[in-house]
């Protein structure tokens, strides 16, 4: 029989040590903290948003075009071991949004869904919605006043879509968009899905919670939304527009970015288009932000 000399022992004791310590390290730098975490994922031309919070909820808002993409994204802000998304919100169900999504529930264990409820006829949706049949998962329609409680103080308030659907408006299936706010003492986030102008109005109209820190641009920053008087009530001190580089719809519009540059200024600004995956980190009171370049 052969014998190993304590050199080849160590030889090959080194290696799952390394490994381990790796590991170790990479768990610390990714498992969340104390804090919330809001990162708009890079995932080209649609709307993906992770949020984490610090009792270690997973929420998940659109998933983008491409299931390759959303794939990369969540292994990089997730836990290798953290395979749950306790809830999944689809804002709306047009491909740019919702094509992800259908690659997590495969992936993950998702626990909830929340979805505007509109009649929409794509392959994309409806192999949406036949995997949540078949999971089981807790399935609910999104209506304006419902409040979801995160806990430590930390709530999403269902802004929109109305008790009764849009109808008649330059785009439906956009202004019956899911709008959220997500709010932790001092600091809050919009996320206005693809509603127009004639959404952006209904919200001034009927007095919603609108002001907000950070705003997530709606519509990719498409002309049709982010009218002044939205961005008067709403006074962010941040603009997130989730886009994608060099896309064919001509993304964001010139007298959009202006808009928002003359009212917040240039460094307020973030693309994910330039700016690749941008994630906010608050405590309450501070936020701080972090871009991938």
């Known amino acids: 029989m052969a014998k190993l000399s304590r050199h080849s022992l160590l030889k090959w004791l080194i290696p799952p040590l390394l490994l381990a310590a790796i590991l170790v390290w ?12 809001v990162s708009f994922l890079d995932v080209g031309q649609g709307d993906a948003i992770l949020i984490q919070t610090p009792n270690h909820q997973n929420i998940l808002i659109d998933g983008g075009p491409s299931p390759q993409i959303i794939d990369l994204e969540l292994g990089e802000k997730l836990p290798f071991w953290d395979r749950t998304i306790d809830l999944m919100i689809s804002t ?3 491909a740019d949004h919702i094509t992800g999504l259908v690659e997590v529930l495969q992936r993950y264990k ?7 409820g509109v009649s929409y006829n794509s392959c994309v949706y409806q192999e949406w919605l036949k995997l949540i049949e078949e999971k089981e998962i807790k399935h609910y329609v999104a209506k304006a006043e419902q409040e979801i ?6 709530k999403i308030e269902v802004l929109n879509p109305p008790e009764e659907f849009f109808k008649g408006t330059s785009a439906d299936v956009d202004n019956n968009g899911v709008v959220l706010r997500l709010s ?3 600091v809050s986030f919009l996320f206005t899905a693809d509603i127009r102008w004639e959404g952006e109005f209904e919200l001034i109209k009927q007095r919603a919670s609108l002001r907000s820190t950070v705003l997530k641009v709606a519509h990719h920053g498409s ?6 008087q939205f961005l008067a009530v709403v006074d962010p001190q941040i603009a ?20 928002l540059r003359e009212r917040l200024g240039e460094d307020s600004i973030y693309l994910t288009s330039e700016n690749g995956t941008v994630e906010f980190i608050t405590d309450g009171e501070k936020l701080w932000v972090k871009a991938e370049r």
Not at 110 to 116: G, I, R, S, T
Not at 251 to 258: A, I, L
């Open 240 to 259: 997130v527009i989730s886009v994608g580089a060099n896309n064919t719809f001509g993304h964001p519009n010139p007298e959009v970015v202006e808009r």
């Open 149 to 154: 409680d995160l806990g430590s103080g930390i």
């Open 184 to 186: 932790w003492g001092e």
């Open 223 to 228: 002309k049709t939304s982010t009218m002044p």
């Open 26 to 37: 990479a768990a610390v730098l990714i498992t969340p903290d104390d804090n919330l975490h």
């Open 92 to 94: 709306q169900p047009q």
């Open 110 to 116: 998702v626990k909830q869904v929340l979805e505007p």
